[in-house]
């Protein structure tokens, strides 16, 4: 399969696509000169498109529209040999049974999986001790890959070079002489947060004379972080001014990011700066499963495990991180 066209299909949030670009990384390392193809949505599109592992982009959001015949008429004209189906969804695994492609991947956990694949791994992410990235390299098993990845392995594998360049003005923003630090607080309901009484607290902690401060998010989101901006008047807004591309560029030429379990902080850890998350101890939502994965990461969850807002969805455990443990470790970074 020297020469063999791969699908990687996920189809999700931007966190679990950047977890997921580890296994481009790998594939490409067994096969050299394959072709690497990925399924994904309409909004993750910039992030295939940075990394240097992955050949061209299949936009699922156009596919899913198209009868079914179409969509695996339309599969099978990639030319594709294999399809790993990192994201199960029934849909796309009955679409590639239709385009008949040879090696279809998936887990075992999936009842469709058993007839629509042909080669299944036995995985369940649910009570697995691994983290997402090392959950998502076990399903190339099949291909020859190892069954097991370091996290420091995974850190150094995302493969984002081709970072779209940033309009001059908003370059301009960033200050050579502090610490340019990116605060993401909100997730669009992708993970517990902070809360944005934290971040006006850390805010005031830090030092302007160290310090540059950028808050990102949607325009959306921007209308939700207004009280902070109106308390910090020295905070730079940067909510719906980028493109997710040009925000993966902005990321890369920051010093650090803080969040919690969000596209944002996984982008920022695989751009190689100082990502700092937050994190409730609940699986499977816990650090262990979600943590940003790269050399400078640091995460900060509560000590005592918690299962009072499991179902809640109002995390008081999360938001009883003190920003002061924050600031602490910011000051020590240069």
């Not at 099978?76 to 189906?85: K, L, R, S, V, W």
């Not at 009842?111 to 190339?140: F, T």
């Amino acid at each position: 399969m020297s020469r063999a066209v791969f699908i990687i299909s996920r189809t999700d949030a931007i966190g679990d696509v950047v977890l997921t670009l580890p296994v481009a990384g790998v594939l490409r390392s067994l096969y050299p000169s394959s072709r690497i193809l990925f399924l994904g949505r309409s909004y993750t599109k910039d992030i295939i498109a940075a990394c240097e592992n992955i050949d061209g982009f299949l936009n699922w959001d156009e596919w899913r529209e198209l009868p079914a015949r179409e969509a695996a008429r339309a599969m099978a004209a990639t030319g594709a040999d294999c399809i790993i189906h990192v994201f199960p969804d029934k849909a796309i695994a009955r679409v590639a049974w239709m385009a008949k492609i040879a090696e279809r991947i998936g887990t075992t956990n999936r009842i469709y999986h058993w007839r629509y694949c042909n080669k299944l791994v036995r995985l369940s992410r649910r009570n697995s001790a691994l983290h997402e990235a090392q959950l998502n390299l076990r399903l190339l098993e099949p291909l020859g890959a190892r069954r097991e990845y370091s996290l420091e392995e995974i850190g150094v594998n995302y493969g984002l070079t081709r970072l779209a360049p940033l309009p001059p003005e908003v370059e301009a923003l960033l200050d050579p002489r502090r610490f340019n630090l990116i605060l993401h607080p909100k997730s669009r309901g992708s993970a517990r947060e902070w809360g944005l009484g934290n971040y006006v607290r850390l805010i005031g902690l830090l030092p302007r004379e160290r310090f540059k401060i950028f808050v990102s998010g949607t325009a959306t989101e921007g209308e939700l972080v207004a009280p902070l901006l109106a308390k910090h008047p020295e905070v730079t807004d940067l909510t719906g001014r980028l493109t997710l591309g040009q925000l993966m560029t902005f990321i890369s030429k920051a010093d650090g990011l803080v969040a919690a379990s969000t596209g944002p902080l996984h982008l920022a850890a695989a751009l190689g700066i100082h990502a700092l998350g937050i994190y409730p101890p609940i699986r499977p939502m816990h650090p262990g499963r979600w943590a940003p994965v790269g050399r400078k990461t640091r995460v900060f969850v509560k000590a005592e495990y918690c299962e009072d807002c499991r179902r809640s969805g109002d995390c008081s455990c999360i938001r009883e991180v003190p920003p002061d443990a924050i600031e602490a470790y910011l000051l020590t970074l240069k």
